[in-house]
């Protein structure tokens, strides 16, 4: 208990001296979707009223709508509505405490990774969370890829640990973005329904309850929000900033611009269909034992996630903790110490030495996280704690 309270007065410490801290924490680049959206809700605009918000945007800034570049809001409802608060205050400020907001996200989520580390390595880990170099960009730019990493941790913590009303939570987490919590979210329900006990009932109950809520909760937002949604969806992909995908990171985009050229990304879904296919068989056929822990389930679905999307950008790969804090939680040898490692510096070697082009490099990443994890998978002796050793870190 010790151990955990000076962990936490340190945790929180950093975060107020980051808050005084005189960081150049840019306003008008991500942040400003869901500070525009939010701010339009102030107005009473809906979340996915689109050209209300532009004009709103243009009277607030005394020019003329078409000289304001506001894009669509892609996410649910309830991410704005969570957030609501940040827009009572100047946008500076509001990028300000959304910095705060994630870099707490992640903490709380590094720390439930390493729930049964040693305090010494536990505190070290935090230092290499925040050196990743997706995790830098995603809180430079201010981006939303937080909760569905936080969502991840707490499910596998809350599962361990049988807390169905944590459990929820995660869950809900996993659907605030939700092209890359959905599949996460999925298999993590599977797991749930088919455990069959009076956990897995009791935490599918609650978390069939928070879907509930949600989805009432986002008509606060919009009254038609689940069409305009999908509208929004196909406006955002439709900005030519996103439909070119210039900075996508994605392994299906990669795979498609070289088989059809640049001027074609269309193949890019059926190539992560087929990516997502393949991978899935194999596991299921030559470690379907793993499927049954959850850790294992969690990480494995984040890999496949991570390599089948075929939208992703860098910033999304900050979900790559995951499966490193998981790999690193285990009984390694040195070779798999090497492997580990090579997969957390393959990203800052790409970038470093091509920038944006060598956004591939963390597809290659997740390719050999995932070789490490089906490696590693030879541990399991099918007992309910295999997926999760800590003891190597003791």
């Known amino acids: 208990m010790k151990h955990a309270l000076l962990t936490l007065f340190i945790v929180f410490g950093f975060l107020f001296i980051v808050a005084l801290l005189p960081l150049p924490i840019p306003p008008y680049l991500d942040f400003q979707i869901i500070y525009q959206a939010n701010l339009g809700l102030l107005h009473g605009i809906s979340v996915y009223d689109h050209a209300g918000q532009a004009n709103m945007i243009a009277q607030l800034a005394n020019v003329r709508p078409g000289q304001v570049y506001v894009l669509p809001f892609p996410y649910p409802p309830w991410y704005a509505l969570i957030t609501l608060p940040l827009a009572l205050l100047p946008i500076e400020i509001g990028a300000r405490i959304w910095f705060e907001l994630n870099l707490l996200m992640l903490f709380l989520s590094i720390w439930l990774l390493t729930d049964e580390w040693s305090p010494k390595k536990r505190l070290s880990s935090f230092l290499f969370a925040f050196i ?226 060598g956004n591939l490099g963390f597809s290659l990443s997740a390719i050999l996280s995932l070789a490490i994890l089906y490696r590693l998978s030879r541990q399991l002796d099918g007992s309910p704690d295999a997926a999760y050793n800590p003891s190597i870190i003791e």
Request: some cysteine; aromatic content about 16%.
């Open 132 to 357: 990743f170099i997706p995790v830098l960009g995603t809180l430079l730019v201010g981006q939303y890829v937080f909760p569905v990493l936080l969502g991840a941790s707490l499910w596998i913590f809350s599962v361990r640990k049988e807390r169905p009303v944590l459990t929820a939570l995660a869950s809900a987490l996993l659907t605030f973005k939700p092209h890359l919590g959905a599949l996460i979210l999925l298999a993590g329900l599977a797991y749930l329904w088919l455990r069959r006990d009076t956990f897995s009932r009791r935490a599918l109950i609650y978390t069939f309850i928070a879907g509930a809520l949600l989805f009432a909760f986002g008509f606060f937002a919009d009254r038609a929000w689940p069409l305009n949604y999908f509208h929004s969806l196909l406006a955002f992909r439709q900005d030519p900033g996103v439909s070119s995908c210039e900075l996508c990171a994605s392994l299906p985009v990669a795979l498609a611009r070289f088989f059809s050229g640049k001027s074609s990304l269309a193949p890019a879904p059926f190539i992560g269909l087929i990516i997502f296919s393949a991978l899935s068989i194999w596991w299921s056929l030559t470690r379907a034992a793993t499927l049954k822990q959850p850790a294992w389930l969690m990480v494995f679905a984040v890999i496949i996630t991570l390599l089948a999307s075929p939208y992703l950008l860098n910033y999304d790969f900050v979900l790559l903790l995951l499966p490193f804090y998981f790999l690193a939680g285990q009984n390694n040898k040195l070779v798999d110490w090497l492997f580990i490692t090579a997969a957390y510096v393959i990203p800052f070697i790409s970038v470093g030495l091509l920038g944006r082009y």
